[in-house]
């Protein structure tokens, strides 16, 4: 916009939206908005509020500096600027205030030093005082456009003091002028004005550059969403393709079984036809024989005479003989029209109903991966189910364990109910689809809830009971004896299902069989090499027994008997060193992680003893009890957290899970973890006297146990263990004993 255009539309720049006059004293507010010092004065007397104001434009609420004083906002001198050059434009009209006698004259003069308008009885005055010499003064009368332009690069003016901005106050961060630095900023640190305007200058065209970059970079994403677009209909025009080509070729292969028993249905057709075509040439054969017989009896009646009749004739005879024996007769049921019929494989076509075409597979990271399925039976691995059907003909019960196996079977007396076990599928939101088939009925389907509320499906009523966990067995009371406890601690099982436990206050290592009876101990009170005080974490490694040997700040090695092989650790705060161990698992590599609950952090040593590294940073943990490897992560039970954090391989942060609590997926003091066949973890939640399971990725599945002395109940569970067919065993602390779940 040329000057000219700018001074014909300048009105529209010098009025606030408050008062809707032109500005008295402009200031400006953070939001870069300018009002009035009065119309900002009302609204915070209107407000109430001394330190803060809203803009009543962008309805911003800002905090005032200096106590609330409206007085500290910056001026817009731009609009001082504006305000100065718009009674040149109005001179010839209304006049000009003198900035001196303050009369209003139309013969009036501008100096663009002092930024002030003089009368011409004034002038003289000016010109008169030595140090105006230098002044640049105009008449009005003589302005054109490139005079206005002058004004309105006029050098900005303390408000305070009426001098000519000069200096930055860089502790104040303020423009000053020359009585400002002398006066209100003395000893502070100040740089020329310009010089801080070309350094602010060169931030902004950097800030603008940076803008740009990110700009261009947000242009480069779209463009990149929009190849992604591309990519994902084409990749899903190829999946569909693939799917397809799939279920071509699958159909092509029931076909071509298909084929195959029609070739042999064929086959034993023709061999049918060729027997019956045998007999029937045999008996047209007798038949014909017959015929002639007859034939020639009746020719007999009809001429021979009566001696001739009575007379020796071995026709006759071979005649009255076959009178004499059984007449045949046809049976229609004695010859097999065909002798075969086609038995439905039942099996497969229930499989192929049940089973869905193929499955969408992600590309899972890390914070998505939870627990894949190994077919559609095994997705929902830990489900138990029981179907019930109910119908007019059909009345019959089948239930399934968690390995989707019949543990009962009731049918009515003709025998109907389910020909098959069920496909159960997680449809992820709380329900399950069940497909089974149902003689009589066919293929039948059906939706339940977990709690075995009925949503949807066929004419079966169907019910659905979340996965129990049993107690089938318990061993152990309190005692030094062998077999007795005095507050077990760690357990771990070994490729013979051997069960070991860390007796804290025994000081020993103590062995049993899967069905708790005692095999062995080792162990005993004291510092020397096998012996123990207060043993915690243990685990099974390549037929050696690795003790975590708390009291005594170090790891010890035994051979599956029990013999000492090794030790390492010593109680300090370094890398190689314990304070107040718990925790101590294996992890894939063969390597040994160590919860070092003194030092606040997951360690991780070699067989011989050798630290490798740490998981997480310092200030991950607030008490780590226990660390566990499964697949490519870590998970860490965090005692004073109630929580479980999560890492990948390399010890980077990957997410946590659980808050203090008695809710479902709440902990209080958690302890230590396993992984069961199922692929899910199991939390000693061992302040709630519970055990909690979870898939990987923290989503909550179940808990059992309760406050009690019973089976089945807790006085402190902290440590479980899973044996080969999968039972749960689990360390009852404060019960003094060890029970096992199914």
Known sequence: MDIKTFLDNIYEHVCCSVCTNRFTNPKLLPCLHTFCLHCLQRIQATSGIRDAILCPDCRRNFTIPGNGDLNTLPTNFRLNSLLDALPVRECKTSGVKCGNCDKTR?????????????????????NGIRTNKEHHVLALKDFRDEDFENILKQPPFCAKHEKKLKFFCQLCETTICYSCAVIDHEGHAK???EDAAKERKLRIVRAVEFKKRKAQNKVTRIAKLGENCIQVQ????????????????????IEAKMNEIFQEVEMKAKQCLEHLGEKRREIEGEMKKDQTAIEKSDMILKRSTSAQIMQPNDFLDELFREEGEQEDTVD???????DFYFQRNEELFNDVYARQLGFLKRRTSLKESTVEGKGISEGTVGLKAEIVVKTRNIHGKQVYDENNHVTMDIRNHEGHGLSTKPQIHDNKDGSYKISFFAKERGPCQASVKVNGEHVRGSPFKTEFKPRLFKPVLSFGKPGSAAGMFDTPSGIAVNEKDEIAVTDFHNHRIQIFKSDGTHLRSFGRLGNQQGQFKSPTGIAFYNNNIIVLDSGNYRVQIFDDEGHYLDQFGEKGKLNHQLGRPNGLSIDSDGNIIVADSGNKSIKIFTLDGRFLRRIGEEGSFIDPIHCIQHHNYFFVSDYGGHCINVFDKQGKFVSKFGKRGDGDGE?????CLSVDRAGHLLVCDSSNLRVQVFKLNGEFVTKFGAYGEEEGKFCKPISTAILSDGRIIVIDLDNHRVQVFE
């Open 667 to 671: 902990f209080y003091q958690p302890f």
């Open 234 to 253: 084409q990749e899903a025009a190829r999946i569909k393709s693939d799917i397809q080509k799939f279920t071509n070729n699958l159909i092509a292969a």
């Open 191 to 193: 740089i020329d004005l």
């Open 332 to 338: 229609l049921n004695g010859e097999h029209v065909i």
């Open 106 to 126: 139309q013969q009036s003069a501008y100096c663009f030093t002092c930024c002030s308008f003089w009368c011409d009885d004034c002038l003289p005055f000016h």
